[in-house]
Every structure is written in structure tokens, then in C-alpha cells.
């Protein structure tokens, strides 16, 4: 079925591997996800004000995102190692959710796409928002994460509509 | 102020640190947590075809949420590391959404609560599945992942309303 | 003694050392690997069972194949870090033995041969048969764990005989 | 079929998962694997003189095999991570094979055996003997991984026949 | 020789090994340890003023500490792997060095000691902190690492004189 | 304030994250770190000792040091990977201080320097020693951890004075 062969970690016979990319070029590949952890608005207050003593909430969770992008190849089975160029993450308190916002950048010159490293690192840093604060707010969803932006490789930019 | 000296994670001065359990006793704990991966009709459609023929989406990101919940200290900064004694992860085809319905049940005999755990494997999990079809739709989000259950520990058990 | 200077790991005091690969170029090398796990008839008929219905004894081995491929330089002490542009794993049960034959093929583009890489992608995949079947058949052995070919790099292509 | 339900990692609809331990007790558990690197003659001399001189090639392994043991559960998709008590790895030259012998002794006070462990410690190591001599011998093998000997747990001691 | 059988990792045969703990009774064990870091006065300016905004350099530097205590068994070759219950660690600008003064607590209930987490959470945050402020001194020494005291253990309380 | 620009890990808001370094050119580069471990005279009589018997200390240090380095981006939050081409780590003791001097040489081609996997080496390769003998010597100290010399990038050529 012409559909199933786009699943291009399943080989011929349907069985999982990863693919073979020694073809492509390297190209410099760029990707940026987001995504958001909605709180009930004391919880915001209180990361808030974590924030504006120490960042330690927000600044946690942006280094958990940080190193967790470097970790992807090893978390997500069929993902390839890549050297990573840059890899940015951001926390926003946002009191529309109420909760945070999140986004990652990442950028290498590389043989294959970002999307998962920047997604990773959104998850991370997510998942680190709520075990910083869940001891107050065990009820928060972490919502919305998606590919906002990828650009290089031959499958050409993308971008979320 | 007495809000914020529930976040446990941050000591009197506001520096994040692995909070002291070592005075809390070992208990039997576990902890369910769902998320799903909202998709095209069209995609679902590619997970379920290949599920049909060799499990390998689902089953790809059944294996990488397992996986991930056993390093969830190394990714979560002030997460305590622990013995765990079961991980389920489970993914179930939904029409409805279309999409995935991911969801991570984890035990543990010890001083901390495996909440943490179980959203880490639902995380890895929601995005192994975007990467084993994101070839056909980089428009996938990830949704909802939350806590839905929790036993065990001196806070007593939690349920999402 | 002549021999052992081929030792290219022992520096000249004897001790062991990442050799520096920093003045060869870097090419296409590829190599093949393979082992096999010998069990009882009735526990491989358990395998195929379990295969026939959802894959997951050979679909799991396979995929800790793969993820082991890629923390080779992890595991063995003096490998270097590679970029793996494919790592492809094969598991398929065998009568003649009975048991599980496996094999890896494993590409980079790098500076450095990838043996070690397939080999312990086809070790972590036998351990893997191993651990999901052990319940039922503790003697089972695994055999003839060996490179098959190379290719690339200045020692070469190279063939098992 | 009767026998399937034996394969405790595959639950009631066949999906692999990592089985629930928590009820059983945590006992003493130990496990003897042993496994062998085949090689020529004068490959086993250089091994030899290397060990002479520094040990390393040997000791190299030794320090691998062991390190191994520890990260099994990363390793293994479904093994539960362990507080090994002890790691033991040995390597003897035996000109009767020509090659080296490995053998790993493991110890815990844990819910589930540490047979995973032991053989793959000695895997590891075994490759990591592949890995110091493969410049001058790339026909070795690794042959007949298998457990000796284990204590503790409900199923009872296992010895090789 | 009297003395050499004290070095407890190694073998009748000198080989290093895991010592076997199982039969040490699991006891209330903590570990203080410190270290610090020596910079021109103008450098440790910048750490100051980096940290008044946004605690960045020593923010990074102490879950950096952390996140390495949990990882002292993949890092040190023959360390027990353990629970840790408390992971604490402090950076203090210090004039009179000039430089960064870090120490770090670290409690288990274990069969063996934490001197090693403490010492690699020390030294990790040293790292750290020499690696976020490296761009404008590369002549930073990282000096004095040491244990401060321990308590539990068969050996006894240590205290440095 | 101009001096703080210089640190580039901190962006404009003076959040940490991992910097873009994909304009950089790749660059052969090198670095060189030095420590010591400082004992009493009768603890380094037992290193040597132990090391004319197997080398063990001194050879299991070499590989936690060797290992580590690979590990680098791991450890060290806003660390990029790299592809090292070279790791040697050497220990010498010395009884001018008592105790052991480490050193370590990593190459890589890339687009940053490899100052931190050189001390990171260094360091864990202090720390080795330490664990490994301190059942006889808790009082050791880890002195002038320190870079020697970095060669390539950007900002030339540095020896420390």
C-alpha cells in the first residue's frame, strides 16, 4: 500500500530499523517546537515568584530541556545521533493558560531533521515544570506539544498552519 | 510566604535541590498517567495497518516509554532515583481524536512517588509515535498528558476530577 | 615485538589508550555482524508463537539491538563516538538450530570502523531473546558471535572466510 | 497455549511490558554466566604478553564487563533496574581453545534475578577482548554465553546441566 | 603485604572488582564534601553579576552537582549503585579566594558509602562552573576537593582534620 | 555591561542555554588538563605497589578517565557532543607531593573546543583514585585541576602561564 511505505522506519518486511541516511547530505536543519503546562493560577503565582527570586523553577526545567535534546538519540529507539549546534530553550509564565509556555530551538548540519530533539527538549522541560511544582498542583496537563517550524533537508521548510 | 515553602524542591534560600526523604518510610506506590497524540484520519489509519502487520509503532513506542520510565532520574533533575518493580505502558488507536491513547501505570516499594515516572513514559512514548510517522504528518500534537491516579506516600492517594 | 605494536590501542608504555584517528579521513564504512541464541524446540516454538501474534519477542530484541548500537562507545572502554547513519537488525528464528539467528548492518560515515557496533548490536539483541525466554528455558546459549564483512577505512573490506 | 503464559513479560494480550515484581520478597539473589573469545594462537600470545607488561587487554575488559552489569536495565529493554551488591569479572588465557575464558559473578538482596546481569557482563566483556585485539585478528568469536549457575528466588537454584 | 589487602577493590589476585556488600547490614549514611574554584577577581565579578539577574553560573552549576551524584556508578568504575535519598549542593561566591567554594550532602540508606556522590557532585559542579565562565578565563584551577566528614558505616563517623 | 557579554552561554535575557556555534567552522583542536591526587606517602606506596602487581589503580583510573571524557555533554549542562578522534589519559605517581599526577590529551575536529573533556577526564580519573584506595586514606585531597594548553578555534592558541 502506497500510504504505508512513507513509514520510512519500517522496512520492506514491516520489521522496525533505522534508516539508512549515509545518502543524504548534510545540510544545516533547524527545528523549533512548543508546547505548554496549564496550572490553576495560584500554581502560576507560585512559579512566579520562584521565578523572581532565584529562576529556579523556570531555569531548572530549561536545563532539563537543554540536556534532555542531547539525550534524544538514546531515548526515542530509531532516532540517529547528531551533533547538535545549538540547542535554546524558553519558559514563559503565561496567566491566559494559566501556566507556562515552552519552546526549544535546535539547529545542527546534519544528515537528518531536528523535529525530535526540539520536541524532546519541550517534553523535558514540561515534565520538569510539573515535578517542580506538582507537590502544590498535582492536577496541571501539559498540553499542545507540536512542531512549530523546521527548515533544511530534503523534505523542505515546514511550518505549523 | 507559606505558598511557596511548598515547593519542596527549593530549599530556604530558593536553590533547587533533591529534597531529603530519607525520614519517609518505604511504601508500596504507584502511579497512572495518560497522554495521547491527536493525528490525520489518514495517519492513523498507517498506525493502524501497521500495527495490523507487525505492531511495530505501537509496539516501538510501548518499548521507548518503558524504557525512558527507568531513566527518569537522569532526565528530570531532582527526581530520586528508584527501584521500579512494574512499568505498563499501553497504546490504544482512538477514532475518536484520531489519534493514539497512551497510557503508563508504575510501582515502586520506596520513599518517593513515581508520578514522575509515569509521565516520563507517557512523554517518551507520545513522541515515539511522532517519530515513527512524522514523515506523513509533521502535524501532530501531542495533548493532555496528566496524572491520573496516584497511591502510596504520606499526601494519600490522587485522582483527576 | 613487532606483533604487538599492532595492538593499536596499547600506547608505547603499554597502556591502553583511545587511539588518535584524528589524521585518517573519514569514509563510507559499513559492517555486518552476526550471533544466534540456540534453545529448545519447544521454547523457540514459543518465540514464533509469540511472534505470530503480536512480534514481540524478535520486534523487542530488535529494537535493543538497535539502541545498543548506538551507546556503543558507552559500553566498550576504548571506542570513539560515531555518527551511525543506519543500524539495521535482524532476528530470524531458526528450526536447523533451533533457535534465533541475528544479524546487524551497521553505516557511518566516520573515521573509525563500525565492528564494534554490530557486534554489540547483535550481542544486546541475543540478550534480549535471552531475558524475554529465560522463564522457560534457562540453558539456552548464545553461539558464534562474529563480524562477517567490512568495508571501508585504509585496513580494507574484509570477508569472513 | 499453556506454555505462552509462561513468558511473564508478555501480558494477557501478548504486548510486551516489564512484569510486576512488587510482590515478591526481596531475597539474596547470585548468578554465575560464563562465555569464551576464540581466536588464533598467536593472537592469544599477544593478548598474553600485553597482559604481561599491563594487564590491559584483560584488565580492560574486566573494567567494561563490570561497568556493563550495572547499566543492564538500560540495556535490556525489560529488566528492572537493581542495587547490585556485587559485580565480579574474570578472564583467563586457556591455549586449549586458543582464547580467553569470561566468567561474572553477580550478587543482589532483590524482587528479581540477576541472570541478565551476569551474562551481560560477560558479553561486554567479551567484546571488549574483540574490541583490543580486532587490529590483528578480525575472525574471532564469541562463543557459548550462557548462565552456570544461579541462587535465590521463587523458581529455585538453576545449574547447568 | 599487610596494607595492600586493605584496598578493598581488589582481589586475592589484585584484579579490581565490585567488592561483594551483601552482607552489610544497610545503614543511615551521609557524605559532605567540598571543593572550589579558583578565578581572577574580575571573573568572579561577572559569576556575581551573572548570578544577581538570573543565578545562572551557580544555578547551572549546583543541578549540574546533582544530576552527576545520581550518575557516580556509571563514572567510577567499581562504585555500588545506590538510593540516594538527598542530593545538596552549594555554591558561594567567595572574595578572599577569589572564586566559587562548593560543597555538597549527600544521605542513602545503603550497604555502602556516599563519600563518591559527594565527591562527584563537587567536582561536576566545579566543571560547571569553569565551563560557563571559561570564555573570559581559561586559567580558573579547580583545587581542594575533599571529604569534610561521613557518618555511618561499619568504619565509623570521619571528620577532616 | 561589556564584560558580561563575554559570557556566552547567558543569551540576551541572561538565561542559560547552549550556544549556536553552527557558523563556527570545524577545526582540528586540542586540549591538554592536568590534576593530582595528594596522599599520605604510605597510600601512594600501595598504589605502586598495586600497580607493579596489575596496574589496577592507576589502569582503571585511565579508563574511568577515558570514558568520561566521552561523556562530557552528558555531565556538563551547556556542553556540546563531539566526535573525539583522541582520548589518552596518563597518571604518574610522584612522590614529590606524594601522591599521583593525571593528565589528559583529547583531539577532536569540530566547531568547539574540547577544554572541558580534557578536565572532565582529569578529574574522574582523580576521582577513581580516590575511590580506589580510600579505604586506607580518607584524607586525600584533589589539587590544581587545571587547563595546560588548547590549540584551534577561534580564539587561538592558549598555554597557561
Known amino acids: 500500500m502506497a500510504q504505508s511505505s512513507s513509514l520510512t522506519h519500517l522496512d520492506a518486511s514491516g520489521a522496525a530499523n533505522m534508516v539508512d541516511v549515509s545518502a543524504k547530505p548534510a545540510t544545516e536543519r533547524t527545528a523549533v517546537a512548543v508546547g505548554r503546562v496549564v496550572m490553576k493560577p495560584e500554581t502560576l503565582a507560585i512559579v512566579r515568584a520562584g521565578d523572581a527570586k532565584k529562576g529556579d523553577v523556570l531555569g531548572t526545567a530549561r536545563l532539563a530541556g537543554i540536556m534532555a535534546a542531547k539525550r534524544t538519540h538514546e531515548l526515542i529507539p530509531l532516532c540517529h545521533p547528531l551533533l547538535l ?26 544528515q537528518t531533521g531536528v523535529e525530535m530533539e526540539a520536541l524532546t527538549a ?20 501539559i498540553e499542545a ?6 527548515t533544511g533537508g530534503a523534505s523542505g521548510p515546514y511550518r505549523a498552519p
Open 122 to 141: 519541550v517534553s523535558v522541560a514540561c515534565l520538569t515544570v510539573y515535578d517542580m511544582v506538582k507537590a502544590v498542583d498535582r492536577g496541571m496537563r
Open 145 to 150: 506539544i507540536h512542531l512549530v517550524e523546521k
Open 85 to 110: 549546534t545549538k540547542v535554546a530553550v524558553d519558559l514563559t509564565p503565561d496567566d491566559g493558560l494559566p501556566g507556562v509556555r515552552v519552546s526549544a530551538t535546535v539547529k545542527v548540519s546534519g
